[in-house]
């Protein structure tokens, strides 16, 4: 879990957008442990939202997850 | 097995729980109404007053007034917000474009829907709506509310809201319209602590399932649809809250094939209920009904003169597989035939009811029109029994889950998966055989290839057997 955990905020960090779908971020995961399952992968995600790392971004028909502080307030421009 | 609830059911009492007086909550009369005007000017919204439909700006002015005449210490929301939403949305006519900023991060701790981020672009013209947020409110299995409880969530939404809502949104949820981010938890806490009440879903989740009336107040009901929303609503929790799907993913509960929910165009997964046995037919009822005693369809169409009841023309002549017949007084139909469209037995009603083994059907892929058009759902699984616990259900959701989770782009709706791997590819995931109820039209979409390994012998023949059957 915690170096789920980890892979998920790597990926976060160095994402190019600062926004990004569950699915991209799996896959970023993926990438370091090929082996992680997605249900794995969600309950990590849901860590981080919980303890207020992530966040998630809602345009009300799709959602996205990003890092808190980096480059998105609360307001979107 | 009856329907239990998971947890005691609460009470709402609205004595307890209500912020306004009686005065303050009737606090403008129609003569107050006819002359109010609301701050900005809206000559279009006025005109969409007119004409024969309700409008919605009638009672966004109803709102502006009564809040406007509220005490202001008894609203933590702007008392103008009404006002302002008005003048925004006159102001988007006129420039042809909308002046909400497109989402945004606010959600309730822990929560990937429910609550929905609005901001204005014109926080200083219409400061009230700078924060403009959207709360979903998962209504109660077939709308099933009371007074009490219904009372309370338009105090609580007057109180930290705009006091405009939208019942029902197109999922089903109540839809509360407008508030500040500062109110998000504390609305969130009276609903959950005080009113035993949850959010919907929203984004990229499972969106708030919605049932038909069902066996609550409707003979038609084939299975328990309320019981079935519940069950699910609750077995999903995660599912609902936490968004990992590629898109929105919408189950509706028809009880019958009437299609009161329309599950079979609005949900990626409709349950629509069925039978596999014989129509009951009640042939004295049938006479009664060819002898004028009853009235067809229950007497909804009685408002004209239609002339007598015709069996032939109205019922017989009308069914779509052309399946029944009267043959010395006796109506019969041929079962296997029948697409069990339900049209002999709305008309009929005290004559036929569906047979006596019921279940579901389970139709996928439904959509609104955003890529190759609007989409109806496709009969996958013609039959199942529908009984709690629901465990063949749950497991079929499941299978179909773990492909589009996989298998979806972002943003590709479950229809659109479909289309894009081909149906066959969806049928071998869920391990189901072709059926003929899958093809729309014969002729039209053969879309079953054979496989070597479903053709006995595979493609290898006895060449020289064959050219001794079938000469050059
Ligand atoms: S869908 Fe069928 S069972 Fe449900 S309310 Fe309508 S007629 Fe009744
Ligand atoms: S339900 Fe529809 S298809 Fe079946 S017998 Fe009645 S009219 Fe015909």
Same mark, same amino acid.
């Given at each position: 879990?915690?170096?789920?955990? !980890? ?5 976060? &960090?160095?994402?190019?957008?600062? !926004? ?5 971020? &799996?896959?970023?995961v993926?990438?370091?442990f090929?082996?992680a ?6 309950k ?5 939202i919980? &303890?207020g790392v ?7 028909s ?13 307001d979107?421009? | %097995? ?8 609460k009470?709402?009492?609205y ?13 403008y009369t129609?003569?107050?109404l ?11 919204l ?9 409008s919605?700006v009638?009672?966004?002015?109803r709102?502006?007034?009564?809040? /406007? ?10 008392? $103008?917000?009404?006002? $302002?939403?008005l ?12 002046h909400w900023? *497109?989402g945004?991060?606010?959600?309730? %701790? ?6 929905i ?28 509310? $009371?007074t009490?409880? =219904? ?24 839809? =509360?319209l ?18 035993d009440?949850?959010?919907g879903? /929203? ?6 399932p ?7 107040r409707?003979?038609?009901s ?6 079935? /929303?519940?069950?699910?609503?609750? *077995?999903?929790?995660?599912? =609902? ?29 409709s ?6 046995? $014989?129509?009951r ?16 369809n ?15 023309k109205e ?8 399946? %029944?017949? %009267? ?6 139909i ?12 709305n008309?009929?009603?005290r004559?036929?009811?569906?047979? =006596? ?53 972002n ?21 189901l ?10 002729? /039209? ?6 496989k ?17 059957r079938?000469?050059?």
């Amino acid at each position: 879990m915690e170096e789920l955990k !980890k892979a998920i905020l790597d990926f976060a &960090e160095n994402s190019k957008k600062s !926004k990004f779908y569950f699915k991209d971020m &799996e896959k970023g995961v993926q990438e370091k442990f090929p082996d992680a399952k997605m249900r794995e992968i969600k309950k990590a995600a849901t860590a981080l939202i919980n &303890e207020g790392v992530l966040i998630f971004f809602s345009t009300g028909s799709s959602t996205m997850y990003g890092l808190k502080g980096r480059g998105m307030t609360e307001d979107p421009e | %097995m009856g329907f239990e609830s998971k947890r005691e059911e609460k009470e709402i009492k609205y004595a307890e729980t209500r912020i306004y007086t009686d005065a303050e909550v009737h606090n403008y009369t129609e003569e107050e109404l006819k002359s109010f005007k609301v701050k900005h000017d809206i000559p279009d919204l006025d005109e969409l007053e007119k004409g024969p439909w309700p409008s919605f700006v009638a009672d966004a002015k109803r709102e502006a007034l009564h809040r /406007s005449k509220l005490p202001k210490d008894k609203m933590l929301v702007a008392p $103008d917000v009404v006002e $302002d939403m008005l003048g925004q949305l006159q102001l988007s006519f006129d420039d042809g474009e909308t002046h909400w900023k *497109h989402g945004g991060i606010v959600g309730i %701790m822990g929560y990937g829907g429910g609550v929905i981020g609005r901001y204005s672009d014109l926080a200083d013209k219409y400061p009230s709506i700078a924060h403009f947020h959207t709360l979903r409110v998962n209504q109660p299995a077939s709308k099933f509310y $009371d007074t009490g409880f =219904l009372r309370t969530i338009c105090d609580l939404w007057e109180y930290r809201g705009s006091g405009m809502m939208n019942l029902h949104g197109s999922t089903g949820d109540m839809v =509360l319209l407008g508030t500040v981010t500062d109110q998000l938890e504390p609305i969130f806490f009276e609903l959950t602590h005080v009113m035993d009440q949850d959010l919907g879903g /929203s984004g990229s989740n499972l969106r708030t399932p919605s049932a038909c009336i069902g066996k609550a107040r409707c003979e038609f009901s084939c299975y328990d649809t309320q019981a079935l /929303s519940y069950e699910l609503t609750n *077995h999903y929790q995660d599912e =609902l809250h936490r968004p990992a799907f590629p898109y929105k993913f919408k189950f509706k509960f028809d009880g019958c094939p009437n299609g009161c929910v329309a599950s079979i165009a609005r949900s990626d997964m409709s349950f629509i209920g069925t039978w596999r046995d $014989d129509i009951r037919i009640d042939q004295e009822a049938v006479k009664a009904y060819i002898a004028g005693d009853f009235q067809p369809n229950g007497g909804a169409h009685a408002g004209r003169d239609w002339g007598g009841f015709d069996i032939e023309k109205e019922v017989i002549g009308l069914c779509p597989t052309r399946c %029944m017949v %009267m043959e010395d007084g006796i109506l019969k139909i041929n079962n296997p035939e029948c697409t069990r469209c339900m049209h002999c037995i709305n008309v009929m009603p005290r004559a036929l009811r569906p047979g =006596l083994d019921t279940g579901i059907s389970i139709l996928c892929g439904a959509k609104a029109p955003i890529l190759e058009g609007a989409q109806m759902s496709t009969l996958i699984v013609p039959f199942m029994k529908a009984e709690p616990p629901y465990d063949n259900i749950k497991e079929f959701i499941e299978k179909v889950w773990e492909w589009w989770m996989e298998e979806g782009k972002n943003r590709e709706r479950l229809g659109e998966l479909i289309q894009r791997k081909s149906l066959p590819a969806f049928l071998e995931v869920l391990g189901l055989p072709p059926a003929p109820q899958m093809v729309k039209a014969p002729r /039209s979409n053969p879309y079953i290839f054979w496989k070597e390994e479903d053709v006995p012998g595979g493609w290898d023949r006895d060449i020289k057997g064959y050219r001794e059957r079938h000469k050059r």
